[in-house]
């Protein structure tokens, strides 16, 4: 049995100014002192990555946060380098399939940066705003060419990308116990949200 489970006290302790729930305070160092832990070991695993003393990482980088802030920024930039890349010589539909399989390559063969990559919301600072916009922005200019009204495109971007982020999830934590092709799933699944926007054209 965890000491965490064993341990049994009066939580309700009257001190200064009446009941204190020292459970609380005792949950919150804990989570405190485990975060700590947690930092010290990413750090010492990613400085011994790097071949560098990991004292010397805290020049470059403030804590856990940041440093999986920095990880997720470059896996989006890489990204975004790559989709970019797919779509050269390509135009409509084929341009979006292109994006769409160089997004599922580079997160199936990258798991840990993908995995950084979706612990927070890029939206959330200017530079991570940034990353994305060039990659949003030509899915928009490509679905345009298309006949889709505005709001359609938008309700297609977002979809495409809850698809993409979340099979490439489930594929990379082996969530699929079914012996049918996982790339041929992905295909068929593919097909049906462009089929499915084709039908839109023009509404």
């Known amino acids: ?69 920095k990880i997720s920024l470059y896996g989006w930039k890489q990204l975004e380098e790559k989709m970019l890349l797919s779509i050269v010589g390509e135009s409509g539909y084929e341009a979006i399939k292109c994006m769409a399989y160089a997004f599922y390559d580079y997160a199936t063969e990258n798991k840990g940066i993908f995995e950084a990559m979706l612990w927070y919301n890029k939206y959330m600072i200017e530079e991570g705003n940034q990353v994305t916009h060039n990659t949003f922005d030509i899915l928009f200019k490509i679905l345009r060419k298309q006949n889709l009204s505005d709001e359609t495109i938008n309700h297609f971007i977002r979809t495409l990308r ?37 039908n839109m054209e023009g509404k």
């Open 1 to 69: 049995m965890a000491i965490t489970n064993s341990i049994s006290y009066n939580t309700n302790i009257v001190g200064w100014g009446g009941c204190h729930d020292w459970n609380k305070d005792y949950r919150s160092s804990y989570r405190n002192y485990q975060s700590r832990r947690v930092c010290q070991f990413v750090f010492k695993k990613v400085a011994k990555k790097l071949k560098i003393k990991s004292p010397s990482l805290y020049n470059h980088i403030s804590n856990l946060e940041d440093l999986k802030n």
């Open 162 to 198: 809850v698809f993409l982020e979340g099979y490439v999830l489930l594929v990379n934590h082996q969530a699929f116990g079914h012996p049918l092709s996982i790339q041929k799933s992905f295909d068929f699944s593919l097909n049906i949200l462009i089929n499915g926007v084709k």
